[in-house]
Nanobody, 124 residues
């Protein structure tokens, strides 16, 4: 059973960089054909896919966020990290990490495994 756990600061100031880590247990992030995703849900809005990193380190980002997004992985720690630069209050929401064997989706229920989510608030 794979488990994922998000961690990071709950409060980020506008214009700063949001950085979250997803710790993976019960499986290796370098296992072939897995996609390690980040998705988020802003208050009153639908789930929004942010991007993924593959088990071999390839990345793919949502076009609307790609200029501000970077996802990396550390196989030695079995975790992967999201960085979102130049945040604004519109980046406030619950952020989830999730694993899929099929790619990405905006539907959190479609992922094979997911974390519980972590609240991030962008405010001065």
């Amino acid at each position: 059973q794979v488990s994922l756990q998000e961690s990071g600061p709950g409060l980020v100031k506008p214009s700063q960089t949001l950085s979250l880590t997803c710790a993976v247990s019960g499986g290796s992030i370098t296992t072939n054909y897995y996609y390690w995703n980040w998705v988020r849900q802003a208050p009153g809005k639908e789930m929004e896919w942010i991007g993924y990193i593959t088990s071999s380190g390839g990345t793919y980002y949502s076009p609307s966020l790609s200029s501000r997004t970077s996802i990396s992985m550390d196989p030695s720690k079995n975790h992967f990290t999201l960085q979102l630069t130049s945040v604004t209050p519109e980046d406030t929401g619950v952020y989830y990490c999730a694993m899929s064997s099929r790619g990405w989706t905006n539907d959190l229920n479609e992922y094979d495994y997911r974390g519980q989510g972590t609240q991030v608030t962008v405010s001065s």
